[in-house]
């Protein structure tokens, strides 16, 4: 079965420190990883995909297979940053989409 | 706005009636998909559809059932409603089956007393 966990419900850090928001799967097969986001008052988001190995928004994520973990990291978090981040996994086949609980990040002044 | 379209916003209801949620994916996407939300947890998947068939489906009741008609729009209807089907819906859609790109409606929340 396909699972995600994000253990922290909320992440508070000042504008300029580094951002850490951690995620873990479970899935026996080789999946596919995405980060979405949501900021106050608007949609769920795609902010990036692990295959496609890209910087969004200063936002980067490594899927490492052996630690079952792709982590959201930014070097230095911004006030505009703050929203609900959910991890999400999808099998080869994109037959299913599963998140996990998400993480509220605020980014102080 | 050409984007997803959840209706209603807002629905209150009592426990043991039916409801229905609406949703019109963007213009062109052929898949859709319904999320659960409901306090302290996270999206839960319930149901896939994918240019009028079934395509995945996860934890979704059998009290609930859904549907993409041929314009592909989808209903998910819930019956026998009970306290703890109080959530909020969202409704996805995506250009293909396979794509792990969704674009999301705003969500209908239910709530039932």
């Known amino acids: 079965a396909q699972r995600v966990t994000q253990p922290e419900k909320l992440l508070s850090v000042f504008k300029g420190a580094p951002v850490e928001l951690k995620c873990n799967y479970s899935?026996?097969?080789?999946?596919?990883l995405f980060w979405y986001v949501q900021y106050s008052r608007q949609r769920l988001q795609l902010l990036l995909r692990?295959?496609s190995r890209e910087s969004i928004k200063g936002f980067t994520a490594d899927l490492n297979k052996g630690e079952t973990s792709f982590h959201l990291k930014k070097p230095f978090a911004q006030e505009e940053d703050s929203a609900m981040y959910y991890c999400?996994?999808?099998?080869?086949?994109?037959?299913?989409?599963?998140f996990g609980t998400g993480t509220r990040l605020l980014v102080s002044p | 706005d050409s984007g997803v379209t959840q209706t209603p916003k807002h629905l209150i209801t009592a426990t043991g009636q039916r409801v229905t949620l609406r949703c019109s994916p963007r213009?062109?996407?052929?898949?859709v998909y319904w999320y659960q939300q409901s306090l302290d947890q996270g999206l839960q998947f319930l149901i896939q559809?994918?240019?009028?068939?079934?395509?995945a489906k996860g934890n979704i009741l059998e009290r609930f059932s859904a549907q993409q008609f041929p314009d592909l729009h989808s209903e998910l209807n819930l019956s026998s409603l009970e306290l703890g089907d109080s959530a909020l819906y969202f409704c996805?859609?995506?250009?293909?089956?396979?794509?792990?790109?969704?674009?999301f409606g705003e969500g209908s929340r239910l709530t039932v007393l």
């Open positions: 213009s062109g996407d052929l898949s």
């Open positions: 899935y026996s097969g080789s999946p596919e």
């Open positions: 999400a996994l999808t099998n080869t086949g994109f037959q299913k989409l599963v």
């Open positions: 692990h295959i």
């Open positions: 559809y994918y240019n009028g068939e079934e395509r």
């Open positions: 996805a859609s995506s250009v293909l089956s396979m794509s792990g790109e969704l674009f």
